[in-house]
């Protein structure tokens, strides 16, 4: 007998406390006992507000305006107590640190157990079982503090299985980590997904690595299921219309795509998942040379705009994070700081801006010394749009954000009706002129994201530093801020973009810098970075996908150029074949 609850919503609605647009409207989707669901769509379309029905936290704990009904097996979420949910429905956020409650890693996981009353043995055989999926093991009793942020998921994951949930909702577990963290959870995932019965539900902006052990796709819009079937027979059948959306696809689906719509070579009723299934023979021909890497021809260097020169920098008594930093950011130049969690790099942007002050070495920026420039007057030509966007909000509309920034940093010239016209613009460029009127804490986490980087960038500083700029974004946002970021630098705006997102910075960037050990272990074109990852494990990255697509692809089609857009990788090997 199955231990998996199924799961119903029929006609649910849902609207947020003090909104007037539901968050859910009429969901109708049947879950078998022991489904795996990946939930997908664009920023603001329901997804996380789908898992928190789950248990009751919507609409009971939250409040606001219900309809329809929503069932886990023979509970009523709405109708239990949160306790009762509890002990069926388990739930990973995308934060960890918002979730766990212990200083100790054997505590955390037998917290949830415990308040269950689960007898000692058994929640002793639990935590010893779950720690060895989640990999954790060997940390049993050491601080969570001490953890990286991949570890912290690792054990938010084992925490909710301690509970043996018959229902396990996963939010975009890996959205706050770096690649290898992330890597290390999709690792976790995949076997729990794979080798458990439990009914599972996970949302994910980043799906490739979890589809082969998917049974559906549920794909949302504006609070609405508006595709749900197998992955492969899902993204042959509508996988431009899910491009359209803003769904992120993974890369040999987009590639397919990219030959599909050129007319090369036309999708059939499934399509392959991962760069492996694709048969390059059958699709291009047999390989006719081995590919080298791409050499990016070398461009003059820009005027410098931001100088880090010898730059050390500890918090108090620890050991220092940075240990002579050396770096420099030229006028029109887009440079991507990369490197592990911790590796300093959030701690470099807060120097840049005077929020702390360099041990040793010198910070310039346009010439002027930061350390002498007070920081409301450093703050006129650094822009910085904080890793969590809701530090930075000061008001209480939408719109008024993005005014107060030109109000206070030198463009509220011409009086309130100018400086009104030109927020709303901002707001119109960034797909947020729906939300003027709205709480800047009461929007999605992709919404706030675009609103942070709306608010600093409308300015036109000098130098314009975006900390995690795609983090909760979908892949038509991204693509949408690529092209901001872009027409920022043809205006001579000096870009310095902290990022995890290997893609992004091999379409976007000029340049490449690691970071490693508080220091710059690589500065170079992002394309010379991608084909060197391999042999720098300890950089916390990841080699890309669509990388590792194009070295394939390029062995048959010599011609076709590296890009990290899959989508746009088949358009160009189907031009080049039309060319021959």
Same mark, same amino acid.
């Given at each position: 007998m199955s231990h998996a609850l199924p799961v119903s919503w029929s006609g649910f609605t849902y609207t947020?406390? =003090?909104?007037?647009?539901?968050?859910?409207?009429?969901?109708?989707?049947?879950?078998?006992?022991?489904?795996?669901?990946?939930?997908? =769509?664009?920023?603001?379309?329901?997804?996380?507000?789908?898992?928190?029905?789950?248990? =009751?936290?919507?609409?009971?704990?939250?409040?606001g305006a219900s309809a329809g009904s929503v069932t886990v097996g023979p509970y009523e979420p709405a109708a239990e107590p949160l306790a009762t949910m509890a002990a069926s429905v388990g739930l990973v956020f995308q934060d960890p640190d918002s979730q766990l409650c212990t200083i100790n890693v054997r505590d955390e996981i037998t917290f949830g157990p415990q308040n269950l009353l689960v007898p000692a043995e058994e929640i002793r055989a639990r935590t010893e079982r779950v720690a060895r999926l989640a990999g954790i093991a060997g940390r049993l009793d050491d601080n969570v503090f001490d953890l990286s942020g991949g570890q912290k998921q690792r054990l938010a994951?084992?925490?909710a299985l301690?509970? /043996?949930?018959?229902?396990?909702?996963?939010?975009?577990?890996?959205?706050?980590?770096?690649?290898?963290?992330?890597? /290390?959870?999709?690792?976790v995932l995949r076997e729990i997904v794979a080798g458990r019965d439990a009914t599972t539900l996970i949302v994910e902006h980043h799906p490739a690595e979890l589809l082969t052990v998917t049974d559906r796709v549920v794909v949302m819009e504006d609070g609405?299921?508006?595709?749900?079937?197998?992955?492969?027979?899902?993204?042959?059948?509508?996988?431009?219309?899910?491009?359209?959306?803003?769904?992120?696809?993974?890369?040999?689906?987009?590639?397919?795509?990219?030959?599909?719509?050129?007319?090369?070579?036309?999708?059939?009723?499934?399509?392959?998942?991962?760069?492996?299934?694709?048969?390059?023979?059958?699709?291009?021909?047999?390989?006719?040379? /081995?590919?080298?890497?791409?050499?990016?021809?070398?461009?003059?260097?820009?005027?410098?705009?931001l100088e880090v020169e010898d730059v050390t920098f500890g918090y108090g008594d620890i050991a220092p994070v940075l240990r002579g930093l050396n770096l420099t950011v030229g006028e029109g130049e887009i440079v991507a700081l990369l490197g592990a969690n911790g590796s300093g790099k959030s701690t470099t942007g807060s120097l840049l801006v005077g929020l702390h002050k360099p041990d040793a070495g010198a910070i310039r920026v346009t010439g002027r010394d930061t350390v002498k420039v007070p920081v409301a007057e450093l703050a006129k030509h650094v822009g910085y749009v904080f890793?969590?966007?809701?530090?930075?909000?000061?008001?209480?509309?939408?719109?008024?954000?993005?005014?107060?920034?030109?109000?206070?940093? =030198?463009?509220?010239?011409?009086?309130?009706?100018?400086?009104?016209r030109l927020a709303e613009e901002q707001l119109e460029r960034f797909d947020l002129a729906h939300l003027a009127g709205k709480h800047p804490f009461k929007l999605s986490l992709g919404q706030k994201r675009r609103l942070s980087i709306a608010a600093m960038s409308v300015y036109r500083p000098d130098v314009l530093v975006l900390d995690e700029p795609t983090f909760g974004q979908d892949q038509l946002?991204?693509?949408?801020?690529?092209?901001?970021?872009? /027409?920022?630098?043809?205006?001579?705006?000096?870009?310095?973009?902290?990022?995890?997102?290997?893609?992004?910075?091999?379409?976007?960037?000029?340049?490449?810098?690691?970071?490693?050990?508080?220091?710059?272990?690589?500065?170079?074109?992002?394309?010379?970075?991608?084909?060197?990852?391999?042999a720098e494990p300890r950089w916390g990255l990841w080699?890309?996908?669509?990388?590792?697509?194009?070295?394939?692809?390029?062995?048959r089609q010599p011609a076709v150029g590296f890009t990290a857009d899959s989508y746009e990788l088949g358009r160009r090997v189907a031009a080049a074949r039309k060319a021959v």
């Open positions: 947020y406390p =003090g909104e007037d647009t539901p968050a859910l409207d009429g969901i109708t989707l049947e879950v078998a006992a022991g489904e795996k669901i990946l939930v997908m =769509g664009s920023s603001g379309c329901g997804k996380s507000t789908l898992g928190l029905t789950l248990n =009751g936290i919507v609409p009971e704990s939250i409040g994951i084992a925490s301690a509970l /043996e949930p018959r229902v396990l909702a996963l939010d975009e577990p890996t959205a706050n980590l770096d690649p290898s963290g992330r890597q /290390e959870v999709l690792n609405r299921v508006v595709h749900v079937g197998p992955p492969r027979e899902l993204f042959a059948t509508a996988g431009h219309d899910l491009r359209r959306r803003g769904v992120r696809l993974p890369a040999a689906v987009g590639y397919r795509l990219g030959l599909d719509a050129a007319g090369t070579v036309p999708l059939r009723d499934t399509v392959e998942l991962t760069p492996a299934e694709l048969d390059h023979d059958a699709l291009l021909g047999p390989a006719v040379q /081995e590919t080298p890497p791409p050499t990016p021809k070398p461009a003059p260097a820009p005027r410098p705009v890793q969590y966007p809701e530090h930075q909000f000061v008001t209480d509309q939408v719109l008024e954000e993005v005014a107060f920034s030109l109000r206070r940093l =030198g463009r509220g010239k011409g009086g309130a009706a100018a400086v009104r946002h991204t693509d949408q801020l690529a092209g901001i970021v872009r /027409e920022l630098r043809d205006d001579g705006v000096a870009v310095l973009m902290i990022t995890h997102d290997l893609r992004l910075a091999a379409e976007l960037a000029d340049r490449a810098v690691v970071l490693a050990g508080g220091t710059v272990a690589f500065d170079d074109a992002p394309a010379t970075l991608l084909e060197n990852l391999h080699p890309l996908e669509e990388y590792a697509l194009w070295r394939e692809v390029a062995r």
